[in-house]
């Protein structure tokens, strides 16, 4: 039978506990900010706080400089998406979580869930992105 | 000898030709802009077309509307994000390019480099982000 549009995979939403529940194990994610010349998104090290990520980045780097500023004292619109896509099938997944995130304090940073970052060098720039939107999708055949 | 830090990774930053030569296969990458709700970013299928990435959604998609509803006949800042990152070795690499996203008319798209999208569906919304800023990093052990 020849290929056609039914044999390629198919989208499906994936609710909030599935979402969390693929995320769970940390790894790499990205973030996505405004730095001020636009949106832009950078790969980071993060780990699962509840409803929020944890990450990590250096207090000289872009993304600390921006979200800084753009805090002042508060909280910024920040995007971080997670996926896991393999070639050979064409198949995977994604999630999105949108909401604010703001510097963690040396005292909150003892008490959220460790991220210890692949490379070398500070990474003492320490964020929480709390979720108000979760969301997800799978590329799967059906 | 005990482990330390400087058994890990290191970051080494890319230059252009390095970036457009990573990327070139193309596959999936995610684009961020903003969706007038803040920072957002997603996956989707991509090809490079010179120092452009070309890349389809749907047109009754988010992505699409947030777009086109900003560009108005222009280009709309967005960036876009390639990876590849190994689990158990801990390295790997991320191309970022950062300019204008505009959408293609049918005689464009008949131009550019095609982009099969895994999912199917309709993708009929296609766009060509044009890089003007092309940065990228390596985390690798020295």
Redesign the interface.
Known sequence: MAAN??D????EELDRAECLRLIAGG??G?V???DG???????VNYSVDGDAVIFRTSVAGRLNRSLLTVVAGGEV???F?V?R?D?SS???W?V?L?GGAHPLTEAEIGRVAQVEP????ERDAWFRLAAREVSGRR?HRP
């Open positions: 549009s039914s390629r995979p198919v989208l790894s790499v990205r996505a900010f405004d010349e636009g949106p832009t998104v950078v790969p619109r920040a995007a998406e996926d896509f070639e064409r198949q995977g994604s999105l949108r692949w490379p070398g060098g590329v």
